[in-house]
């Protein structure tokens, strides 16, 4: 049995998530990796750890989170499973893998053998290419993402949304969050070509979204009469079966912490009913990230590579 299974089969069995945080980090600064990660980030611009996120998730009620990668590193998500591993808090890892590259296959098995790997994130965002989605060096990458039941985080931007739509139609069993609605341009109020595109993408069942990032989207300390329009939008396009609730934290923390932003997703969705909220701050999480039966079916895992946590099955499969 590999280190690796041993410090997982040693973690004790704890409960289903009931409230989870979908999208969050941790980070070393002198890893070196983090190319976006700089001074002038202030706030930010310094470790955050496990030990720093505990106090807050704690007043918050949030008891399991998705840790998603920072850099775009192999390193870095063998770094972030270490972390997982040693972390009750964390459910499951969103990592990064080389998609262009000719053994990403192969890359993408290998990280797949870590039974909290959940999903893999390329910087989309990032890419000089616009059209870096619809590279054809890609689609063996996607087939991985589908063969070892990985989700597709897509960290895009609104001029990626017409892209993202092809990959959707080429890999139609291909399960994809959308990061932070596609970060739409909350400071420039514009929303209609926005809305249109994201309309394309939420008639996929198989795309979920993310309710997070968009305070650090908008006008410093916006307040939610600028925000409400969006979340709107994005509950009415996916509903609250295929919304997720995420902090984005340590980022989160540029623009007024996660204590507001997690009281300002809860004032946004007030008008859902209780288990649709539930949904969205924990179910749909759970169900999209963390289906036991499906991820370790996929692994062929062992008794003691299994997810330390049995959770349900059952909802909209995405």
């Known amino acids: 049995m590999t280190t690796q299974a041993l410090a997982m089969a040693a973690r004790p069995i704890e409960r289903v998530p009931t409230v989870t945080d979908a999208h969050q980090h941790f980070w070393r600064i002198e890893r070196g990796d983090y190319g976006w990660l700089t001074p002038r980030l202030g706030a930010i611009y310094r470790d955050f750890l496990p ?23 192999v390193a870095e998500t063998r770094f972030l499973l270490a972390l997982a591993t040693a972390t009750p808090l964390v459910a499951g890892v969103v990592g990064w893998a080389p998609f262009a590259s000719v053994d990403a296959p192969t890359q993408i098995a290998a990280l797949a053998e870590h039974p909290l790997l959940v999903g893999l994130r390329p910087m989309v965002q990032d890419e000089p290419d616009d059209d870096w989605l619809l590279r054809p060096a890609l689609r063996a990458a996607f087939d991985a993402l589908v063969a070892h039941r990985l989700v597709f985080d897509a960290l895009v931007l609104p001029r990626h949304l017409t892209r993202l739509a092809r990959v959707l139609d080429r890999h139609p069993g291909l399960s994809v969050v959308v990061d932070h609605g596609a970060k739409p341009r909350i400071r420039e109020r514009e929303i209609d070509t926005w809305r249109a595109d994201m309309t394309t993408i939420a008639a996929h069942p198989n795309v979920t979204c993310k309710l997070s990032g968009l305070v650090t989207e908008a006008p410093d300390r916006a307040g939610l009469d600028v925000l409400q329009p969006y979340v709107d939008a994005l509950l009415e396009l996916f509903g609250p079966q295929r919304l997720i609730w995420g902090s984005d934290w340590p980022v989160v923390e540029l623009d007024g912490g996660y204590d507001r932003w997690h009281a300002m997703a809860q004032q946004a969705l007030r008008k859902l009913k209780a288990d649709e909220r539930a949904a969205v701050f924990g179910g749909n999480a759970v169900r999209v990230y963390l289906d036991a039966g499906r991820r370790a079916g996929a692994r062929r895992a062992t008794p003691t590579q299994q997810r330390r946590t049995v959770l349900p099955r059952g909802g909209h499969e995405t």
């Open 51 to 73: 030990a720093d996120l505990a106090p807050i998730v704690a007043r918050r009620g949030v008891d399991a989170t998705i840790l998603v990668q920072a850099a775009p590193t």
